[in-house]
């Protein structure tokens, strides 16, 4: 399965005019770093044990989304502080939002760490640039159904079907994504909760 799906999808961004829409790269891209690599740890709600062919088989709903015909669809693009806003609004079939968020936060930080035993706590300065993209799909019956969250260095952070939640943990995280994250996730989150009609 991962094979076809690894041939299917330089094949299928061809078929659509995507050229806003960057939701087929990250997949590809996403899919390729952790077929690559295994110093991560995926976490499901939904599977004991989950496996980066069993996320291939997830992530082939985002690329059927990701080629669908956005020439009859309504384009909104605005900028919200550091966030990008891509929006196609479809009027007819079963998938009637696809929301593309670029968002480019850079984190100048100062972090404290405590010890358990007896040793004064250390404090470290964490300076990156981190380039988040995030897409939520709205069907008819479900706003947000899909959600799918990337950082363009580090890869594949998380994605929602519905009820079922993936995240993705790396052994050797970039520097700050545990900082900047949960932050940046509750901004996207109110971002998007005035999108919603």
Do not use: C
């Not at 299917?8 to 690559?36: E, I």
């Not at 930080?109 to 799909?137: C, D, G, K, M, W």
């Amino acid at each position: 399965m991962t094979f076809l799906l690894s041939i299917l999808l330089p094949f299928s961004f061809l078929l659509t005019d995507s050229s806003q829409l960057r939701l087929q790269q990250d997949l590809q891209k996403d899919l390729n770093r952790l077929q690559q690599s295994n110093s991560y740890f995926i976490s499901d709600n939904s599977n004991l044990s989950p496996t980066v062919q069993s996320m291939a088989e997830d992530l082939q709903l985002f690329s059927l989304v990701a080629n669908l015909d956005l020439s009859n669809a309504t384009y909104i693009q605005q900028q919200q502080g550091p966030h990008q806003v891509h929006r196609w609004k479809f009027d007819e079939g079963e998938i009637r939002s696809i929301v593309q968020i670029q968002s480019n936060i850079d984190l100048d930080t100062v972090v404290t760490q405590r010890y358990l035993e007896n040793r004064a706590p250390t404090q470290h300065r964490i300076r990156n640039s981190f380039s988040f993209r995030t897409y939520y799909i709205s069907t008819a019956s479900e706003p947000n159904k899909l959600y799918y969250l990337t950082e363009e260095e580090q890869g594949l952070l998380a994605y929602h079907l519905g009820e079922k939640q993936v995240e993705i943990s790396y052994t050797s995280a970039k520097d700050g994504l545990s900082d900047i994250l949960p932050k940046y996730r509750k901004e996207v989150q109110q971002l998007i909760a005035g999108f919603q009609e």
